[in-house]
Antibody, heavy 119, light 116 residues
Framework: QVHLVQSGAEVKKPGASVKVSCKAS????????IHWVRQAPGHRLEWMGW????????RSSQNLQGRLTITADTSATTAYMELSSLTSEDTAVYYC????????????WGQGTLVTVSS | QPVLTQTPSASASLGASVTLTCTLS???????VDWYQQRPGKGPRFVMR????????SKGDGIPDRFSVSGSGLNRDLTIKNVQEEDESDYHC?????????????FGGGTKLTVL
């Protein structure tokens, strides 16, 4: 049974960084790249980026480039999303999701991690 | 990249049918769209993918037969028959754009379905 289990809620001050983990189980971790998606209150889902743990290839959305770092530890079957220079606009629920390479859906998602940025 | 438009809210009586629509921006009529169900406090759950000709691939795990999709022109519809209380959720549509390593994702604004 496929599971993506994310780390717990975080509260950060403006200017700080946050790192969220996504532990995968129930499938071969390196077969499915991991994507990160966030949803700010009252806003639509926003795609952030992805990583292919099989070869380390990754991509970030243009508006987050320079602040977003996505990594993966294949031995721990865990992906990580680190976002730096946080502002209140980064307050959101962050989700990881898996997807086969090519044009396929995001077929399994994590439960979400609430990140609150507040002074 | 495409823009996906959804009606913010919809309602249906218990046992009735409801159709939710995701409209692609012009010039993207050949795009497929994925539907996701999001219950309160939970992560999204893949429902199914739809193109202009209807369902593409398989439904998500555990999605009941009551859920179906259709496509026409710029619209990609999700229909729920015999609506049940557990169908009360936010429904998002999403689409990938680009090829290979340059794929990005866009999402609609979501439709909140209320079961009366």
């Amino acid at each position: 049974q496929v599971h993506l289990v994310q780390s717990g809620a975080e509260v950060k001050k403006p200017g700080a960084s946050v790192k969220v983990s996504c532990k995968a189980s129930g499938y071969t971790f390196t077969t499915y790249p991991i994507h990160w998606v966030r949803q700010a209150p009252g806003h639509r889902l926003e795609w952030m980026g992805w990583i292919n743990a099989a070869d380390g290839n990754r991509r970030s959305s243009q508006n987050l480039q320079g602040r977003l770092t996505i990594t993966a530890d294949t031995s721990a079957t865990t992906a990580y999303m680190e976002l730096s220079s946080l502002t209140s606009e980064d307050t959101a629920v962050y989700y990881c999701a898996r997807k086969l390479q090519g044009s396929h859906p995001l077929d399994y998602w994590g439960q979400g991690t609430l990140v609150t940025v507040s002074s | 990249q495409p823009v996906l438009t959804q009606t913010p809210s919809a309602s249906a009586s218990l046992g009735a049918s409801v159709t939710l629509t995701c409209t692609l921006s012009s010039d993207y009529s050949n795009y497929k769209v994925d539907w996701y169900q999001q219950r309160p406090g939970k992560g999204p759950r893949f429902v199914m993918r739809v193109g202009a000709g209807g369902i593409v691939g398989s439904k998500g795990d555990g999605i009941p037969d009551r859920f179906s999709v259709s496509g026409s022109g710029l619209n990609r519809d999700l229909t729920i028959k015999n609506v049940q209380e557990e169908d009360e959720s936010d429904y998002h549509c999403g689409a990938d754009h680009g090829t290979g390593g340059d794929i990005v994702w866009v999402f609609g604004g979501g439709t909140k379905l209320t079961v009366l």
